[in-house]
């Protein structure tokens, strides 16, 4: 599967022929183009994004006011688990896998991911599986466990609710774990030559971080996902204490995979911060090395932290004190590279950009719900803090205030590559600036209401709690946020109304993406680049006088891409051909989930369907 | 190394195959899988009084160990196999490979022949539970194991594996050895490590 072919190699093998269509609706299902999937898994994200974000605009209205009857109970239950479900697992993730498809590629200089078939497969079966979780609205009841799907509430709870959290997580896992290994593959065996490890940006370390992290956490759920799903359907007794089993296995396998997820979620947006703040403080990144082993740091310590979920579950002092130590611990690398952030802005040139403005947005953000993390540690604290509006508000603080800022930051940064147009920088800081105050109206006040004792995942309240200020405030603020997306999405319609003229480097960058027009040709690069140091780029167009002040390279040096007009058409670059395969391969899951659930047969039609699409991927050529 | 071959490697790592190098980091991925499996295995099996339960009893190992030398052999003839194939005796490698199916086919028969003898069923309690989701989802891996061979095979059929391009055997045959190492360990805390 050599993802470049000598020019004129003949094709090996295959009995298949691949589709051949470069534009139109079956060029995007066939595609193996990682730029185009990184857009595909972008779009999907977002989508889903919308969709999490109405059900939580919901949430918000059922609690503005003491005695809320928005929703009932029943459905507030499917409402909150499924914002969780879909926030988590089908926008963070696939949002971060966007970033990672578009951008891995580009920025260590090969022309695409060691498997672009795989990649394919793992995009279209990230979708089904949303889709598939999703369809449990029209059939029968959405999963209504809570995200973390505790035993025994999930396995002797009535209607198929948490089957279809079962099976599809099950599906988006399998999805996960492919893209995992194609992406830590690339990273690890697809680089340029001379972007040796320690040349690589700090973003694609993160990345490889994270396809680590993603490969050996989520086989865990997996193990759980695959007990609570028999012991629903098939009747074993892993969870049933009435029967020798545990529930409190369950709470185990769920936050080993749980913690490192955190990380998961949170190391992609670390990565694209760490890439922009240098870019637009015009200095390198501080301490690159503290930041890279800090990374890795927190990839290893993420194993050994899971059971300050549960603190409350009483698995006694010793281990309780244990883990609260090692939750310590993970946040004196975190404070690692909040300080490194910190000193690459500091003297630095600052230029105020709406991506700046995010990734800036994202350090003091981030901090808050760092500190009340911290706080969680001290275990008799965390007795009071447990299944509260508190933690509540940490966990967004992290993951919307923290994760999606430095998310949008980096669809503003990028966003020139990827569609060769600009967003419009003045919306764009109007958007930070709401959304900046949207998030901290939202989930500061969750901090006070949890301090006074809400329960998180309650469907009402009564006037005389005297919680009804700060729940109203907190929906305010709810909906500011939902105004900032919209102000958004209306940059970025507006973008494509505009002529496709950004510049290959429009913001004076320092990596490889910015060296290839906007957006880049399918074969990314003409020649193969040669890379020479960190931020290799950066010093082909500036070098330093004794004094240490920055003087540009004279345009018309090597490598300059100022100076290269005319960029070949890639004429003799073999790329991967498209394959129906992947999208057929991926088609067959959903329904073995159905068939798990309801009737057995429309299992055996999925596996066959999985099958037929695998021969047809192994009869197919290599290459055309 | 041909000038073909310096045109083709435009990568900083030269020598590292990435089929070979993507079925390690997943296999290592289904190492955790397992490792959960036998973690609550153990941690069950530690809070029992009697184990096996008594109303299994002392499991009948003549059948397992049947099974255990087929997956073993297998294994070595799949290596055989890589051999024959990476020194270009591409003819021995096709022979090899189908009887390696083949002994992954026998072991499935056999095994689905053994769960019918059994004389508990899965709801009967903790035991059953985990005897029959580890060992099921083992057997799941040899399905998956067979169908992954018989992809190589089409593509040993089609012309896409050769001396040079034997990657996918490579990839294919570390996946099965580990799908056999996992067998030694259910055998081992199933048949051989229990009171008789």
């Given at each position: ?23 139109g ?6 595609t193996?183009?990682?730029?185009r ?9 977002f ?12 949430i ?6 003491p ?6 109970p029943?459905t507030?239950?499917?409402?909150f688990?499924?914002?969780?479900l ?8 696939p ?18 991911v ?6 394919a ?20 009841g959405a999963?209504?466990?809570g ?5 025994p ?11 279809f959290?079962s099976?599809g997580?099950l ?8 893209s ?19 040349r690589?940006?700090?973003?694609i370390?993160?990345?490889l ?5 993603l490969a ?15 012991d ?5 007794h892993?969870?049933?204490p ?5 529930p409190?296995?369950w709470?185990?396998?769920?936050w ?6 955190v990380?998961?979620l ?6 694209i ?7 637009f ?5 501080f ?18 932290v899971?059971?300050h ?11 309780n004190t244990?883990?609260?130590?090692s939750t310590?611990i ?10 490194n952030?910190l000193?690459?802005?500091w003297?630095?040139d600052?230029?105020?950009t709406?991506?700046?403005l ?6 003091a ?6 500190l009340?993390g ?15 509006y508190?933690?509540v508000?940490h966990?967004h ?12 930051g980096?669809?503003?940064y990028?966003?020139p590559?990827?569609?060769?147009r600009?967003l ?7 958007q930070f ?31 005389a709690l005297?919680?009804g ?15 900032s ?5 209306g ?5 494509f ?16 993406e ?9 074969h990314?690069?003409?020649e ?21 002040t920055?003087?540009?390279?004279p345009a018309g040096?090597?490598?300059?891409p ?6 070949g ?5 073999h790329?991967?051909?498209?394959s ?9 899951f ?16 999925g ?7 695998l ?9 055309e | ?6 045109q ?6 030269r ?9 390690v980091?997943?296999v290592a991925?289904?190492?955790?899988f397992?490792?959960a ?9 530690s809070?029992?009084?009697?184990w ?8 009948e ?6 099974l255990?030398a ?5 294994s ?40 019918s003898?059994?004389?508990f069923?899965i709801?009967?309690?903790?035991y059953?539970?985990?005897?029959y989701?580890?060992?099921g ?18 593509q ?5 594996i ?5 990657e ?17 360990g ?7 490590a229990?009171?008789?």
């Amino acid at each position: 599967m050599a993802s470049v072919s000598v020019p004129g190699e003949t094709v090996r093998g295959g009995l298949l022929r691949r589709p051949r269509s470069t534009a139109g609706f079956w060029s995007w299902v066939t595609t193996v183009d990682h730029k185009r999937i990184g857009i595909l898994y972008g779009a999907t994200a977002f989508f889903f994004f919308l969709v999490g974000g109405v059900e939580a605009l919901f949430i918000r209205l059922q609690l503005a006011q003491p005695d809320g009857k928005i929703l009932s109970p029943s459905t507030y239950n499917e409402f909150f688990t499924m914002h969780g479900l879909t926030m988590i697992f089908l926008v963070v993730m696939p949002l971060s896998a966007a970033f990672f498809n578009y951008l891995i590629p580009l920025m260590i200089g090969a022309r695409d991911v060691a498997f672009p078939r795989l990649n394919a497969f793992s995009c279209w079966l990230f979708l089904f599986a949303g889709l598939f979780i999703y369809s449990s609205f029209a059939l029968g009841g959405a999963p209504n466990g809570g995200w973390f799907g505790y035993a025994p509430l999930s396995t002797v709870e009535p209607g198929n609710n948490m089957l279809f959290y079962s099976t599809g997580l099950l599906m988006a896992g399998i999805a996960s774990t492919v893209s995992a290994v194609n992406l830590a593959v690339t990273i690890i065996n697809m680089r340029a030559p001379g972007m040796t490890m320690f040349r690589m940006p700090v973003f694609i370390w993160m990345a490889l971080v994270v396809q680590f992290l993603l490969a050996f956490s989520l086989p865990i759920i997996t193990v759980g996902l695959f007990e609570s799903l028999f012991d629903r359907r098939f009747g074993t007794h892993f969870f049933d204490p009435a029967a020798g089993g545990d529930p409190v296995l369950w709470q185990h396998l769920f936050w080993l995979f749980g913690h490192p997820e955190v990380y998961i979620l949170i190391l992609p947006a670390m990565g694209i911060v760490s890439e922009i703040l240098p870019v637009f403080a015009r200095k390198p990144l501080f301490g690159y090395q503290f930041v890279v082993f800090s990374g890795i740091a927190i990839g290893f310590i993420g194993f050994g932290v899971w059971a300050h979920h549960m603190f409350a579950t009483g698995l006694g002092p010793v281990a309780n004190t244990a883990f609260g130590i090692s939750t310590m611990i993970i946040a004196i690398p975190t404070g690692v590279k909040i300080f490194n952030w910190l000193g690459t802005i500091w003297r630095g040139d600052l230029r105020f950009t709406t991506p700046m403005l995010f990734a800036l947005g994202f350090i003091a953000q981030f901090v808050v719900g760092g500190l009340s993390g911290v706080t969680h540690a001290v275990v008799p604290a965390d007795y009071q803090q447990t299944d509260t509006y508190y933690i509540v508000a940490h966990f967004h603080y992290v993951l919307f205030a923290g994760a999606i800022f430095g998310l949008f930051g980096g669809m503003y940064y990028w966003w020139p590559k990827i569609f060769g147009r600009m967003l419009n920088e003045r919306v764009g800081k109007v958007q930070f600036w709401i959304m900046a105050v949207g998030a901290n109206l939202t989930f500061g006040p969750m901090h006070i209401l949890g301090l006074e004792g809400m329960p998180r995942r309650i469907q009402t309240y009564t006037p005389a709690l005297g919680l009804g200020v700060w729940n109203l405030v907190v929906t305010i603020g709810a909906f500011t946020i939902a105004v900032s997306v919209l102000i958004f999405i209306g940059n970025a319609v507006a973008s494509f109304r505009r002529p496709k003229d950004a510049p290959a480097d429009p913001w004076d960058a320092r990596t490889l993406e910015w060296t290839v027009p906007s957006p880049p040709p399918p074969h990314n690069f003409d020649e193969i680049p040669v890379v020479h140091a960190l931020d290799d780029f950066w010093h082909r167009k500036y070098a330093e006088t004794e004094e240490g002040t920055l003087v540009p390279v004279p345009a018309g040096g090597s490598g300059d891409p100022r100076s290269d007009d005319a960029h070949g058409s890639g004429h003799g670059i073999h790329l991967p051909s498209p394959s129906y395969y992947p999208v057929i391969a991926a088609l067959g899951f959903p329904l073995i989930g159905y068939g798990v659930i309801f009737h057995w047969w429309m299992a055996v039609a999925g596996a066959v369907v999985v099958l037929a699409g695998l021969y047809g991927w192994a009869f197919e050529p290599a290459a055309e | 190394m041909s000038a073909t071959d310096l045109q083709v490697d435009e990568r900083a790592v030269r020598r590292t195959s990435s089929p070979v190098m993507g079925m390690v980091l997943f296999v290592a991925g289904e190492a955790m899988f397992f490792a959960a499996f036998f973690a609550g295995y153990f941690q069950f099996r530690s809070q029992a009084k009697v184990w096996p339960p008594a109303s299994v009893g002392t499991p009948e190992i003549s059948i397992p160990a049947v099974l255990t030398a087929i997956l073993v052999t297998s294994s070595i003839v799949l290596q055989l196999g890589l051999r024959a194939v990476a020194r270009g005796r591409v003819a021995t490698f096709e022979r090899l490979l189908l009887l390696t199916i083949l002994l992954g086919v026998c072991f499935l028969a056999l095994q689905a022949y053994d769960y019918s003898q059994l004389t508990f069923g899965i709801k009967g309690g903790i035991y059953p539970s985990l005897f029959y989701v580890m060992t099921g989802l083992h057997m799941a891996h040899v399905v998956g194991g067979v169908v992954l061979l018989s992809v190589v095979g089409a593509q040993t059929l089609t012309g896409q594996i050769s001396q040079r391009h034997h990657e996918p055997v490579e990839a294919a045959a570390i996946y099965w050895h580990f799908v056999d190492i996992v067998w030694l360990g259910l055998f081992t805390v199933y048949y051989v490590a229990v009171p008789r």
